[in-house]
Structures are given as structure tokens and as C-alpha cells.
């Protein structure tokens, strides 16, 4: 994947402009959207995912969740 910003790469995993409140992990980091304009994330949330949650979560939901 190649993205220049934050928001071009959640865009990009998730397939969709995403609303408000929205949440995504995506390599080893959880996304929450906080703000948005029309097509544009305007403001958002990160933190790290510690590899622990990360292994329990594949295991639970499968490498795709």
C-alpha cells in the first residue's frame, strides 16, 4: 500500500470515505475518525495495538478482521 497521509491510507483499506465515529485497525493500529468534511477525513485518532490484543483478535476473527 502506498499512501502519502493518514487519512489516503484509511481511505484506501477501508474502500470508503468513512462517517464520523467510524473505527478501523489496520497494521498493528486502531483509526477513529473524529471529524470529517464532504470527502475529506479532517480529524482523527491513533494508537498502537499491543501485538498481544492483535494475536487474540486473528485467532478470535480470523487474520481478516
Known sequence: TEATTLAGLIIHESQ???KVGSAYIFYGFKFKILGRTRNQI???RSASIP???LHFLALCF???F
Open 42 to 44: 479532517t480529524s482523527l
Open 62 to 64: 480470523g487474520n481478516g
Open 51 to 53: 501485538v498481544q490484543l
Open 16 to 18: 470508503t470515505i468513512p
